[in-house]
C-alpha cells in the first residue's frame, strides 16, 4: 500500500515537472525622455520598456500562439495575457505580450509596429515558434494596436508575415471620427474627469492633422470601421479572419454615471464593423454580448469587460477555428 502511494505521488511530480509553464521576459531599460500628450505644461509621459513576456509550454508541441500588443507598464504589464495562461497552457497554446517603448501607444507610427513586428520576429525565431494558428486578442488599446499592425502586415512587403488564423476585439474603439465628436460632447457638457477626453482629442488632431471636420480622409484610414466613411476599405483587409467580439453596453451605467447616448459607445462600433464584415463576404463573425448579470464589477470599463469574459469559453472558440 506505502509503494503504491510513493509511486503515486512519484507519477505526479514527474507530470508537473514534465508539463509546465516557461515565462521568458524580456524589456529593455525606458529612455531618460518623455513625449508631449497635452498642450498643458506637464503633459507629458515618460517612456516606457520595449519589450516582450513568453508564456510558453514546456514539453508539449505547440498548437498556436496568442498574442497581446500590451503596454509594459500603463497596461500593467501583461495584464490582459496572464488571464489566458492557463487556458492556453491546457490547450498546448503559447501566450506573447509585445510593448512598444511608446507610453499609451496607438500605433499613429510605422516606426511602432516596425518595432512590433521585429519583437514578433525575434521571439518566434529564437523560441521556435509555430507560424500558425496565431490570434491576436484585447480589449481598450491592446485590440485597437492588433488592428492597426495586422493592417501594417497586409499592406507592406515584410519578408516575414505571421500566419493570422483570428481576431478577438473587445469593447474598444473602431471608428476615431465618432470617437473625437464623443470627446468633444465630454468636454462640452463638462459632466466626467476629461483628462482622457483632452488627451485622446490632442493625440488624435496632432497625428491625424487636423480634426474630422478639417481632415475626415485621415481619420478614415485610421479607423478599423467608420460609419462616416462610404468606403470603409480597411474592413477587407480583417475579410479573411475568425472574429469574435465582446461587447458589454453597459447602457444604464453610462447614462447615469456619465451621462453618455448610444452614440458615445465602443458596441456602435463594433457591431457597424461585424456588419460591413459580413457585407464584404466574411461568414466567420460572432458577437457575444455581456449583461449586467455577466460582470459584477461596479466599474464598467473596456478592461473590465475583458476581465468578465468566460477564458476558457473563449478558448474553445479559438480550437473551434484551428479544426476548419
Known amino acids: 500500500m506505502n509503494f503504491k502511494l510513493i509511486f503515486l505521488l512519484f507519477f505526479i511530480l514527474l507530470s508537473v515537472n514534465s508539463f509546465s509553464q516557461k515565462i521568458v521576459e524580456y524589456y529593455e531599460p525606458a529612455k531618460n525622455?518623455?513625449?508631449?500628450?497635452?498642450?498643458?505644461?506637464?503633459?507629458?509621459?515618460?517612456?516606457?520598456?520595449?519589450?516582450?513576456?513568453?508564456?510558453?509550454?514546456?514539453?508539449?508541441?505547440?498548437?498556436?500562439?496568442?498574442?497581446?500588443?500590451?503596454?509594459?507598464?500603463?497596461?500593467?504589464?501583461?495584464?490582459?495575457?496572464?488571464?489566458?495562461?492557463?487556458?492556453?497552457?491546457?490547450?498546448?497554446?503559447?501566450?506573447?505580450?509585445?510593448?512598444?517603448?511608446?507610453?499609451?501607444?496607438?500605433?499613429f507610427t510605422k516606426s511602432s509596429m516596425i518595432s512590433t513586428h521585429k519583437l514578433i520576429q525575434e521571439v518566434f525565431n529564437e523560441h521556435n515558434l509555430p507560424n500558425e494558428n496565431i490570434f491576436f486578442l484585447g480589449a481598450s488599446l491592446v485590440g485597437h494596436r492588433a488592428m492597426q499592425y495586422?493592417?501594417?502586415?497586409?499592406?507592406?512587403?515584410?519578408?516575414?508575415?505571421?500566419?493570422?488564423?483570428?481576431?478577438?476585439?473587445?469593447?474598444?474603439?473602431?471608428?476615431?471620427?465618432?470617437?473625437?465628436?464623443?470627446?468633444?460632447?465630454?468636454?462640452?457638457?463638462?459632466?466626467?474627469?476629461?483628462?482622457?477626453?483632452?488627451?485622446?482629442?490632442?493625440?488624435?488632431?496632432?497625428?491625424?492633422?487636423?480634426?474630422?471636420?478639417?481632415?475626415?480622409?485621415?481619420?478614415?484610414?485610421?479607423?478599423?470601421?467608420?460609419?462616416?466613411?462610404?468606403k470603409n476599405k480597411n474592413v477587407k483587409i480583417y475579410k479573411g479572419f475568425a472574429v469574435r467580439a465582446?461587447?458589454?453596453?453597459?447602457?444604464?451605467?453610462?447614462?447615469?454615471?456619465?451621462?453618455?447616448?448610444?452614440?458615445e459607445n465602443n458596441s456602435t462600433d463594433i457591431v457597424g464593423f461585424l456588419a460591413e464584415l459580413e457585407l464584404s463576404g466574411n461568414k466567420n463573425t460572432e458577437l457575444i454580448v455581456l449583461h449586467p448579470e455577466d460582470n459584477p464589477s461596479q466599474k464598467k470599463n473596456t478592461q473590465s469587460t475583458w476581465d468578465a469574459i468566460n477564458k476558457y469559453g473563449?478558448?474553445?472558440?479559438?480550437?473551434?477555428?484551428?479544426?476548419k
Not at 188 to 199: H, T
Not at 207 to 224: D, V
Not at 314 to 323: A, R
Open 314 to 323: 473563449l478558448m474553445d472558440w479559438i480550437l473551434k477555428q484551428i479544426e
Open 33 to 107: 525622455d518623455s513625449l508631449r500628450v497635452g498642450t498643458g505644461e506637464n503633459d507629458f509621459f515618460p517612456f516606457i520598456q520595449k519589450g516582450y513576456t513568453l508564456m510558453l509550454p514546456e514539453n508539449k508541441k505547440l498548437k498556436g500562439v496568442l498574442i497581446f500588443l500590451e503596454d509594459s507598464r500603463y497596461d500593467k504589464k501583461n495584464r490582459s495575457s496572464k488571464q489566458m495562461y492557463n487556458q492556453a497552457f491546457e490547450k498546448d497554446f503559447a501566450v506573447l505580450s509585445v510593448s512598444t517603448e511608446i507610453p499609451l501607444d496607438f500605433y
Open 246 to 263: 465582446y461587447i458589454e453596453p453597459a447602457i444604464k451605467y453610462k447614462l447615469t454615471k456619465q451621462l453618455r447616448t448610444l452614440y
Open 150 to 230: 495586422i493592417k501594417f502586415m497586409k499592406e507592406d512587403d515584410l519578408e516575414f508575415q505571421l500566419n493570422v488564423k483570428g481576431i478577438v476585439i473587445c469593447n474598444f474603439t473602431l471608428d476615431f471620427t465618432r470617437k473625437w465628436y464623443q470627446h468633444k460632447r465630454d468636454i462640452r457638457i463638462n459632466r466626467i474627469d476629461l483628462w482622457e477626453p483632452k488627451f485622446i482629442n490632442y493625440l488624435l488632431e496632432t497625428h491625424l492633422k487636423g480634426t474630422p471636420k478639417t481632415n475626415p480622409e485621415s481619420y478614415n484610414n485610421f479607423s478599423s470601421y467608420s460609419y462616416f466613411d462610404e
